[in-house]
T-cell receptor, first 113, second 112 residues
């Protein structure tokens, strides 16, 4: 079974609008971390936001927020007030007990002026 | 910038050759991991080093090997290169469990 599933290969959003990128995960470990990374065409993976499995509140970092629904095993990324520079690939990832990162297949986001 | 640097940024090798990729981790980070990202895919875990010892390995053959040095920098070695080894190779450093990893800009390897 896939550890991380991203079902949206590509998404479009109007500049200044909000967009939600979907992510579901699969684990039997009670302790885990969920992450979102942005990968521009240059290739570098840029860390955006982190949510721990025991965190009670949804994580927020500036324009990024993580909609964490533990019972549904979902960790959707919400980007508010989209900017042209947000156009990139976005990867959801999970880490269990200091182990490797499991990445999804990514969502390509295009921000339209 | 993340403080993680990889060299070289681009590389072209012939099938059957050997290659060494290098990574300088972020200061103080004792864990380094390597990922292979094929075109259009998410990164796939190759292996991880913690304080110079390999402490995790993905589904990659033994011709993928690595080292971590006392200053926590790392190398990825690939022997007997195959065409399917063409990919972006990413190095990531982190400190502690569940923490975020910081990635380098990657090395784009092309095998011809």
């Amino acid at each position: 079974a896939q550890k991380i599933t991203q079902t949206q290969p590509g998404m479009f959003v109007q500049e200044k609008e909000a967009v939600t990128l979907d992510c579901t995960y699969d684990t039997s470990d009670p302790s885990y971390g969920l992450f979102w990374y942005k990968q521009p065409s240059s290739g570098e993976m840029i860390f955006l936001i982190y949510q721990g499995s025991y965190d009670q509140q949804n994580a927020t970092e500036g324009r990024y927020s993580l909609n964490f629904q533990k019972a549904r095993k979902s960790a959707n990324l919400v980007i508010s007030a989209s900017q042209l520079g947000d156009s990139a690939m976005y990867f959801c990832a999970m880490r269990e007990r200091g182990d490797q990162f499991y990445f999804g297949t990514g969502t390509s986001l295009t921000v339209i002026p | 910038e993340t403080g993680v640097t990889q060299s070289p940024t681009h590389l072209i090798k012939t099938r059957g050759q050997q290659v060494t990729l290098r990574c300088s981790s972020q200061s103080g980070h004792n864990t380094v991991s390597w990922y292979q990202q094929a075109l259009g895919q998410g990164p796939q875990f190759i292996f991880q080093y913690y304080r110079e010892e390999e402490n995790g390995r993905g589904n990659f053959p033994p011709r993928f090997s690595g080292l971590q040095f006392p200053n926590y920098s790392s190398e990825l070695n690939v022997n007997a290169l195959e065409l399917d080894d063409s990919a972006l190779y990413l190095c990531a450093s982190s400190l502690g469990e569940y923490t975020e990893a910081f990635f380098g800009q990657g090395t784009r390897l092309t095998v011809v």
